[in-house]
Structures are given as structure tokens and as C-alpha cells.
């Protein structure tokens, strides 16, 4: 047992001289022992103070911009003049449409036939002349059977070149008041587009009123009749306005 103890105790003593023989090897290097080390201080840190967050603002501080369309009678005139039935579209009078396109659609259909025929009376009496006057003394027959059927007789033969000649210039004309009847309804569908687009606007409200009460003249001394008409200025239906 003894020697049991003094092996023990021999083995502690070396594990302890081993230990010391390392710090001091270890204090040599990093110029701390071991021991310094565990007793240091630990450093400082920076320490963040919580912030105070910023009043949010509310809806009553920010103004509200609510966008409001403003019906411009010029708009108006402006969109029906580039295109038929665009104006009454920014009226909203979309009930319109079909009239406008409606009248549009008859002279262009009459102008459609008129030209036509004129281009038929064209050839036929450019060809029957040809064929019946001689240029350097012969005739060209060629352009006759050119003619469409519905410038010939029920025989199939033609008429005369002045008749071609009076038929020509009656299509033309047709078809030139065709045109100016065209112009005249888009015309008319501009004006249209105009004049309810500023009734889009027109005040039919108390602010204008026209009034009849008995009046009393100073000068005359006499009892009367007055008429009163009043009249303020409207505001504009839509605006741009900030709610608070």
C-alpha cells in the first residue's frame, strides 16, 4: 500500500511540474500566464441606446389630393372634329353614335354609286367618241366593248356621245354634293358635340333665377310690377381639391 501511495503521489507531483513548465513556457511567448489571462478584464462594448422612434403622421396631417375630371367643352369640339362621334363619346352621349354614323353613311354611299357611274359614263363616252370621231383620219373601235351593260340599250347598241357626255356630268355633280353633304354633317356633328358640352356645365341651379314681385316706384309713387333676374357665377362641376 505504500508503495502504492508514493507511485500516486509521484505522478501527481510530475503532472504538476509539467503544468508549471508550460505556463512558464507559454508566459515567455505571450508575455501573460495562464492564469492573468482568466482574470482578465473583458472589453468594453459599446452599448446602443434604443431610439425613439418617430411620430408617425397621421392621415389628418397629410393632405389627401382627390383628382376630379373637369369636362372641357373645347375637348369636346376638338375629338369630334378629328373624329365623327369622339366628341359625344367625352359627353357620354354614347346614344349618338348610331345617328352620327347614320347620316355620315349616306352620302358616302351616294358618293360610293355616283362615282361609279361616272367612271362608267367616263369610259362609255370617251370610247363612242373615239369610235365616231376620226383623229388623222381613222376611227378607234377598240374601247366599245369596254362599255359596261348599263350604258348600252336594251339592244345592246349605244347612245349617242353627247348623251354620254350629259350622263358624266350629272354623276360628277351628284357625286361632288355628296361630298359637300359629308362635310356638312360632320360639321353639324362637331357643333353638336360643342354646344352639349358646354351645357355639361351650364348652371340650372337656384343661383339663376328670374323672379316677379310687386315693387313700389319712389319717384312716381306708384305701386308695379318688377322683374328680377339673378344671376352668380357658377363653380366648376369637377375640380382638383384637397381634403384634410
Not at 9 to 22: D, I, R, T
Not at 116 to 122: E, F, L, M
Not at 154 to 159: D, F, R
Not at 166 to 172: A, E, H, K, Q
Request: glycine share 4%.
Amino acid at each position: 500500500m505504500r508503495l502504492l501511495f508514493c507511485i500516486i503521489l509521484l505522478l501527481c507531483c510530475s503532472s504538476w511540474y509539467s503544468a508549471q513548465a508550460q505556463d512558464s513556457a507559454r508566459r515567455k511567448l505571450m508575455g501573460t500566464s495562464l492564469f492573468d489571462t482568466a482574470r482578465a478584464k473583458p472589453h468594453d462594448t459599446l452599448v446602443k441606446k434604443p431610439v425613439a422612434p418617430m411620430m408617425a403622421k397621421t392621415a389628418q396631417d397629410t393632405p389627401v389630393i382627390v383628382k376630379r375630371r373637369i369636362h372641357d367643352p373645347n375637348k369636346a369640339t376638338v375629338r369630334s372634329a378629328m373624329i365623327p362621334g369622339w366628341g359625344q363619346i367625352y359627353n357620354r352621349e354614347y346614344w349618338k353614335l348610331p345617328l352620327v354614323y347614320g347620316a355620315l353613311a349616306i352620302p358616302t354611299a351616294t358618293f360610293i354609286f355616283n362615282n361609279t357611274y361616272y367612271k362608267r359614263a367616263k369610259y362609255a363616252y370617251e370610247a363612242v367618241y373615239a369610235a365616231t370621231t376620226e383623229i388623222d383620219g381613222k376611227v378607234d373601235k377598240s374601247k366599245l366593248p369596254g362599255i359596261h351593260p348599263s350604258m348600252l340599250k336594251e339592244n345592246g347598241e349605244t347612245y349617242p356621245a353627247s348623251s354620254y357626255q350629259n350622263i358624266r356630268n350629272s354623276y360628277r355633280q351628284a357625286r361632288d354634293y355628296s361630298v359637300l353633304w359629308f362635310l356638312i354633317v360632320w360639321g353639324i356633328n362637331v357643333v353638336d358635340a360643342t354646344v352639349f358640352g358646354h351645357l355639361k356645365t351650364f348652371d340650372v341651379s337656384d343661383d339663376l333665377s328670374l323672379q316677379v314681385s310687386p315693387t313700389f316706384n319712389s319717384a312716381l309713387r306708384t305701386p308695379g310690377v318688377g322683374l328680377v333676374l339673378t344671376y352668380k357665377k357658377a363653380t366648376p362641376r369637377y375640380s382638383l381639391s384637397a381634403l384634410r
